[in-house]
C-alpha cells in the first residue's frame, strides 16, 4: 500500500468519526429538545389543570353576575365564591330533586301546591294553566350548610330557566337564567328546612 493510499484511508476514517461525532450531537441535541418540549407541555397542562379546577371550585364569575342585580346582600353573594363541600351540595341536590319534580308538575291544582312542595311550590305551574309540555334547567351554583352553633343557616344558590306550554304551542310561563338563593335553618328536629327563597323582582 502506497503512502498517499495510507494518508486516504486515514483521511476517511478522520470523516467518518467526523460524522459519526456530528451524528451523536445532533441525536443528543434532539433528544435535549425532545426533553424540553415535553416538560414544557407537562407545566402547560398543570397550569391548565390547576386554572380549571380554580374555576371549578372558585367560580368568581357567578359573584359579577349576581352583583349587579343590586339585591342580594354582600354575605349572601359571598356564599357564591366557592361551590362548597362535597356533603353540603349532596345535600342541596335533595332539594333540588323536588325543585325539579315542582316544575316538571302540571296536575296539580293550585291550591294543593303549598302542601306539596312548600316554598318550593313557586316553581310548580298547577293544572289550572292548561300547560301540557314543559321544559326547564336547574343548576347548582353553590351550597353551604352552617350549624347550630356558629350558623344554623344553610344557603344554597341555584341557577334556572324553564318554560310551560299548552296544547296550541303557546308560553303559559316563562323564566329564563334566573339566579336564586334558597335559605334554610335547622329547627330542633335536627332537619333542614327551607324558609325563604330570594329572586330578583
Known sequence: MTLAEVMQCKEEDNNAESF???????????????KHK??????IMLVALVLCAGIYFFPIYHVFQVWS????STGEVSKL????????????????????????????PENQMDEKYGLLSQYATGVEAGGVSETH?????????????????GYVWVYYSN??????GN?????????ALWIFEKPND????????????
Open 38 to 43: 415535553a416538560r414544557k407541555i407537562g407545566v
Open 163 to 168: 318554560e310551560v306550554k299548552d296544547a296550541k
Open 190 to 201: 335536627g332537619n333542614w328546612k327551607l324558609i325563604q327563597i330570594k329572586e330578583h323582582p
Open 81 to 108: 365564591i366557592y361551590i362548597g363541600g362535597h356533603d353540603d351540595r349532596n345535600l342541596a341536590r335533595l332539594f333540588m330533586a323536588q325543585a325539579d319534580e315542582a316544575f316538571s308538575d302540571l296536575s296539580t
Open 171 to 179: 308560553v303559559v310561563q316563562a323564566s329564563s337564567r334566573i339566579p
Open 137 to 153: 334547567s336547574l343548576k347548582l351554583w353553590s351550597a353551604h350548610f352552617g350549624d347550630n352553633v356558629t350558623d344554623g343557616y
Open 69 to 72: 342585580l343590586d339585591y342580594f
Open 20 to 34: 459519526s461525532e456530528v451524528l451523536r450531537e445532533t441525536i443528543n441535541t434532539s433528544e435535549e429538545q425532545h
